[in-house]
């Protein structure tokens, strides 16, 4: 297809510079410049808006000229540019029918790549959980990403995983933290990272397992502190027994005693004593004496 564009001249008779550029400078400079330094007063204000009325006057008329003469250079261009858009919108309407075609026949193109590296991913050994998005290369949509090379790609990128979950496992077959680690793998891919996170994860579980025995030690010394302090009381005694009053003594004999010779309230005494005798023993005497309302401690 050879088009040929060919542009028709015109000779067009315009003005292109001022001529007498130099002299009017030369005829406005000398009187503009009392103006810098003018301070108007009440006597020189009607001279002064007098002055701005022909300075402004004179701004117009130049103005009204450069407008007037860019209008006509402009007016040759605007035609030339209009039929110039003729053309083009000639153009771009076939253009874009074509480019619509074109992007269709791609779009299906690309969906029957995806569904062969789908299918080459589907005939992999993987396991369950993972997907094809996670391992499918990110431009394989480029036009020169050849499919066999992308499904080699792919290929491989399974066996690797496999291999680091074979790997994994067989680091951590015995350790209860191997869910967790499988989990970290499947969320980030990346073998280093699993195992440094699963690093990070032992330390962790050591550090609260050893202070769980730490806990666990201490409460089982303080259950047996308390044991020891309630069932196997140790009591000194001076003279190894106790002096019992003899109405009491009396009492447990069996013996009478007249009221008016029984005292009002019964006479509180402390008697120290040890005693040996089997485990057993020592906690029954405990609880005899706890029934009797003995109060004692223990040495």
Known sequence: MSMELIFQTASVNL????????????????RLEKYKTLVVTEDSIKAAKDDKAALNKLKKAIEEQRISIKKQFLEPYNL??????????????????IDAQIKAFDEIEKKEKLAQLQTAFYRTEHPNWLQFNHVCPEKWENKTAKTDKLIEQIEQRVASINSDIAEIDAIYAESPLLTAIADRYKKTLDKAET??????????????????ERERAEAIKQAERAESECNAPIIDSNEGSINIPASSQNAE?????????????????TGRFEVTGTKDQIRALGSFMKAQGINFKVI
Do not use: F, H, M
């Open 15 to 30: 003005p292109q510079s001022i001529a007498n550029l130099e002299q009017l400078k030369a005829d406005l400079i000398p």
């Open 195 to 212: 195992l440094t996170y699963a690093v990070q994860l032992e330390q962790q579980e050591k550090a609260e397992r050893e202070r769980r």
């Open 80 to 97: 030339l540019e209009a039929q110039c858009k003729e053309v083009i919108a000639l153009i771009d309407e076939p253009v874009k029918a």
């Open 253 to 269: 004999n069996g013996l009478s005693v007249s009221a008016e010779s029984a005292p009002s309230a019964p006479e509180i005494i």
